[in-house]
Antibody
Framework: QVQLVESGGGLVKPGGSLRLSCAAS????????MTWIRQSPGKGLEWVSYISKTDNTMHYADSVKGRFTISRDNAKNSLYLQMNSLRAEDTAVYYC????????????WGQGTTVTVSS | QSALTQPASVSGSPGQSITISCTGT?????????VSWYQQHPGKAPKLMIYDVSKRPSGVSNRFSGSKSGNTASLTISGLQAEDEADYYCSSYTTSSTLVFGGGTKLTVL
């Protein structure tokens, strides 16, 4: 069935780096834009970044621009988020999601992976 | 990239109807018919309930409906049921080619 599975979360010190992965299955990965969304503890959803199907056009939220890099490997059906210069406010559950249609609606979500930035 | 504005909470009794508003600007909600609504139960991933302002994905109950007027979108849930109790988030595409979420609304079914 259509599925997204995130991995790579964990505890990291402020200023450190982490790379999240999202493995897709059950659909043609290269046919879809993909996106990362995060949710800080007890808070709402925050869009982080998205990447286009194959030409690797990327967009970022201002809060992560210059620190995070989104990428994808269509041969491996995988999405990535490289997070550098991490801050305490980056602590959150990070979800990957499939962008279903123009306009950014997200119809398939992973279960999330937790990133904790703390000394 | 300011978050869209939603009420923090709404409530209703079983069988009643409720409406959740989502207010943005002409650069997001008012600029496109690309408003989506998501339902999130505690500890779960969000679920798409409405896309393109008023369209329902397959499998979503027709008790859920969406609309938009100017810079404000709305989600209406009719015939409230206990399982509708959850957090609801709106989202919109923006003129900066980014996405923005609302702050979320906690729905309590009394």
């Amino acid at each position: 069935q259509v599925q997204l599975v995130e991995s790579g979360g964990g505890l990291v010190k402020p200023g450190g780096s982490l790379r999240l992965s999202c493995a897709a299955s059950g659909f043609t990965f290269s046919d879809y834009y993909m996106t990362w969304i995060r949710q800080s503890p007890g808070k709402g959803l925050e869009w982080v970044s998205y990447i286009s199907k194959t030409d690797n056009t990327m967009h970022y939220a201002d809060s992560v621009k210059g620190r995070f890099t989104i990428s994808r490997d269509n041969a491996k059906n995988s999405l990535y988020l490289q997070m550098n210069s991490l801050r305490a406010e980056d602590t959150a559950v990070y979800y990957c999601a499939r962008v279903w249609r123009s306009g950014g609606c997200m119809d398939v979500w992973g279960q999330g992976t937790t990133v904790t930035v703390s000394s | 990239q300011s978050a869209l504005t939603q009420p923090a909470s709404v409530s209703g009794s079983p069988g009643q109807s409720i409406t959740i508003s989502c207010t943005g600007t002409s650069s997001d909600v008012g600029g496109y018919n690309y408003v989506s609504w998501y339902q999130q139960h505690p500890g779960k991933a969000p679920k798409l309930m409405i896309y393109d302002v008023s369209k329902r994905p397959s499998g979503v109950s027709n008790r859920f409906s969406g609309s938009k007027s100017g810079n404000t979108a709305s989600l209406t849930i009719s015939g409230l049921q206990a399982e509708d109790e959850a957090d609801y988030y709106c989202s919109s595409y923006t003129t900066s080619s980014t996405l923005v979420f609302g702050g979320g609304t906690k729905l309590t079914v009394l």
